[in-house]
């Protein structure tokens, strides 16, 4: 190289003898605490009595750190094998024929499944149908109906629902006259207990909240605002989308209402894969959902010239069952059901924990605010961070393969999917977030 460059060459012969190169500390630092946050991730991995069945998921190489399974699970490997052999031999040599042999049957057996895996539930309450949109109306609608006929008029609710929770309850409070109390919630800590009780009374009819919050992953007190609600005759639904098959849930136990939640989040059924319902027995053939298909009814072959409801979970069905959709999920019940839902959640607190470290280790000392409860049992399976060049990270992080989820204004949320998540892959996520907020800050070229 250098007699293809003599002019060079020549300079440095002569050029005074040059000083040390000064030690970068900041970047030796970095790397030291970089090396010593990789070596705990795998030795985290190493001691994870549930690590072999991460290989039972779909894993693309391209995908460095997946943070969103809280948005969309990762198929499981059998997923594909399950909906091909599905086409070729249900739905292609049975044809019609099966929706005697097995698909009728399908939403109830699936529910049943679901609640006794992870919702602490016992058969007949649970069916899989609708949206999760779809059958919180249905249900909110039905418990609303019941209580205004009792004279209660008022709907508690807290302003971390999600969207979709806030804006059918507008619509149902319109509909039917009712009036909307809100428990304006804190970001961070959640709904408590206190801001609950503090607005129930004899015109409470329903209270509607979500187990885990979709925004900061608050675990609400299930079994406690449960039981101060129906101190004062009210029902609750709870919206468990964000803790199925992440936390254990105690329907039965704590003698919540109804609950409704997704199954393409930790139940990794596929998009939009359907949700299920639950329906306390208690109030099976009493409350009465409002969309009153023929497939909810006591006898849909019959197919009379009147409506006349199943008086069972069955009658809380509508139209025709998204049997396609219901398939990939199988798969991740078999899993859970191999872990158990105590170890699901030991390892989703574990990985929760080990994020939040490397927050304080790596982000924090840029700016960065973790807008989640610290206390582990106080929340679910994510954790949210908060920057305000958050934005413009986002969009560098993907192109690396690096997945978390924005929401608005600028928050990154971290969904640690227990059995497909690894302390590795946790430990990559942050440190490129670390590595993209340094490159913003500093302007360095867009991704
Ligand atoms: C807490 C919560 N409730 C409801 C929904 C909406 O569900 P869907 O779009 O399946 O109707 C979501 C996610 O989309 C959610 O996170
Ligand atoms: N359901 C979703 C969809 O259809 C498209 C994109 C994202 C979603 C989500 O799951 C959003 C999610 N419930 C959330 O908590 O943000």
């Not at 039972?56 to 094998?81: H, I, K, M, W």
């Not at 069916?127 to 008029?153: C, E, N, P």
Request: net charge negative.
């Amino acid at each position: 190289m250098d007699a293809q460059q003599p002019a060079q060459h020549h300079a440095r012969q002569h050029a005074p003898a040059a000083a040390p190169a000064a030690v970068d500390r900041a970047a030796v630092d970095r790397a030291l605490v970089d090396r010593a946050a990789v070596d705990r991730a795998a030795a985290l991995d190493a001691a994870d009595p549930l690590a072999h069945l991460r290989d039972e998921f779909v894993l693309d190489e391209q995908v460095r750190s997946y943070l969103d399974g809280n948005s969309l699970g990762r198929p499981t490997r059998t997923a594909a094998e399950r909906l091909g052999r599905f086409a070729v031999e249900e739905w292609g040599a049975r044809l019609i024929r099966a929706w005697d042999e097995s698909w009728m049957e399908l939403p109830l057996r699936l529910g049943d499944r679901i609640a006794r895996l992870t919702l602490g539930a016992a058969e007949g309450q649970t069916f899989v149908g609708d949206s999760t949109t779809v059958i919180l109306y249905k249900l909110l609608r039905a418990a609303v109906d019941a209580q205004a006929a009792a004279g209660r008029h008022e709907i508690i609710l807290d302003t971390g629902n999600f969207p979709t929770d806030r804006y059918l309850l507008e619509g149902i409070a319109a509909e039917r006259g009712m009036t909307l109390r809100w428990i304006d919630t804190d970001p961070v800590e959640g709904v408590a207990l206190a801001d609950v009780e503090a607005l129930l009374g004899e015109r409470t009819a329903v209270v509607v909240l979500s187990h885990v919050e979709y925004r900061s992953g608050h675990l609400a007190d299930l079994p406690g605002i449960t039981a101060a609600a129906h101190r004062h005759g009210a029902l609750v639904l709870w919206d468990l989308c964000h803790s199925v098959g992440s936390v254990p849930i105690t329907l039965d136990a704590h003698e919540v209402d109804l609950a409704v939640g997704c199954t393409y989040k930790y139940l990794n059924g596929g998009p939009g894969s359907p949700a299920f319902g639950y329906v306390a027995r208690r109030h099976l053939g009493r409350l009465r959902q409002p969309v009153q298909g023929w497939m909810g009814a006591a006898d849909p072959f019959a197919m009379g010239p009147e409506y006349a409801p199943h008086p069972g979970i069955r009658g809380f069905i509508s139209g025709t069952p998204p049997v396609t959709g219901m398939l990939a999920m199988e798969g991740m019940l078999d899993l859970i059901e191999q872990a158990g839902m105590e170890a699901v959640r030991e390892k989703s607190v574990a990985l929760t924990g080990f994020a939040e470290e490397l927050v304080d280790e790596l982000l924090t000392p840029l700016g960065v605010r973790l807008s989640s409860p610290r206390d582990p049992q106080r929340r679910g399976s994510h954790v949210t961070v908060d920057h305000e060049d958050f934005a413009a990270v986002l969009p560098r992080l993907w192109s690396q393969g690096v997945i978390p989820d924005f929401r608005p204004p600028h928050g990154l949320r971290l969904g640690l999917s227990p059995l497909s998540t690894s302390f590795a892959e946790v430990e990559v996520g942050i440190r490129a977030i670390r590595d993209s907020l340094v490159e913003v800050r500093d302007g360095a070229g867009s991704a």
